[in-house]
């Protein structure tokens, strides 16, 4: 499965392509018309799903979005009744039905709230271990779009770049749905599974010392996907149904952009 060929273009500098001879901007925050000229082949919401369940089976840290509950203040006494929060938290892929697993700390923010009554949704991206071998370098026509001045010898003084890869154009999905405990049976298998994944964790495993927790799984019922830019991926809706019907032989079958070594974040040529 090819996910990753060339980097469209930003909107924002439409108006200066021709004068630059770049190509016409490409479709970045939704899906192009099937009747598009040249359009690539957008992968399937199906196709969305099987690489979203292997970055869930592969990435363990997500942010969970809750919000607080009427009556919630914060430390100087102002309301905070309705306001979001998001937080890191540990994932693991434990059940395999795509339903993440959680060690629940009672006491955390995130599921007080959620027993107060909250919405709950867990937002994960796919974050390549490997750079691309080679990222596009500013032309003077985008030095002079963003104001920046200098040749070779500015480029060489600039700091390491700490994302070497283009974040924005790289999958990631928003779960949402609902915090459900695990009986005691499963409970003893999560936190195996979960340990493996987090050893640190074992520290915080039910009937620990220090703080009360149980293991909980998010059951999904809605799934919010962004495959990249749009003009070569899905952006939309995926089915649950077909969110949890991928089998793990189906997702273990894909691979993901930079999970080896050598692999091309976009063609430079087409800028």
């Not at 949704?121 to 030095?143: C, V």
């Not at 499963?186 to 495993?205: E, I, N, R």
């Not at 799984?217 to 991928?246: C, H, M, Q, S």
Request: include cysteine; charge should be negative; glycine fraction near 10%.
């Amino acid at each position: 499965m090819k996910l990753l060929s060339s980097l469209p273009l930003v909107y924002l500098a439409a108006r200066f392509c021709a004068a630059e001879g770049v190509s016409e901007p490409q479709y970045i925050f939704s899906n192009p018309p099937a009747s598009a000229a040249g359009a690539q082949r957008i992968p399937t919401p199906y196709e969305s799903a099987v690489m979203g369940r292997r970055i869930l089976a592969m990435t363990p840290l997500g942010t969970l979005a809750t919000v607080f509950p009427d009556g919630a203040r914060d430390g100087g006494g102002a309301g905070l009744g309705g306001m979001p929060l998001g937080l890191l938290e540990y994932v693991a892929d434990c059940e395999g039905d795509g339903n993440p697993s959680f060690l629940a700390i009672n006491i955390e923010t995130t599921f007080r709230n959620v027993r107060a009554g909250s919405n709950i949704s867990l937002a994960q991206q796919w974050s390549p271990p490997y750079p691309p071998d080679k990222r596009i370098k500013s032309t003077s026509f985008w030095n002079r779009l963003f104001g920046r001045v200098g040749g070779d010898d500015d480029e060489q003084q600039q700091p390491a770049d700490r994302v070497p890869y283009s974040a924005v154009n790289l999958p990631r999905y928003s779960l949402l749905g609902y915090i459900e405990k695990v009986d005691a049976a499963t409970a003893a298998d999560m936190a195996s599974c979960f340990v493996d994944t987090h050893p640190d964790a074992k520290y915080w495993l039910p009937g620990n010392p220090i703080h009360e927790s149980q293991f909980v799984r998010l059951v999904v019922t809605k799934v919010y996907w962004i495959g990249g830019f749009g003009d070569r991926a899905y952006i939309g809706w995926i089915p649950v149904e077909e969110w949890k019907n991928v089998t793990k032989t189906e997702w273990e079958s894909v691979e993901l952009p930079g999970e080896k070594k050598g692999w091309k974040e976009w063609s430079s040529q087409e800028l």
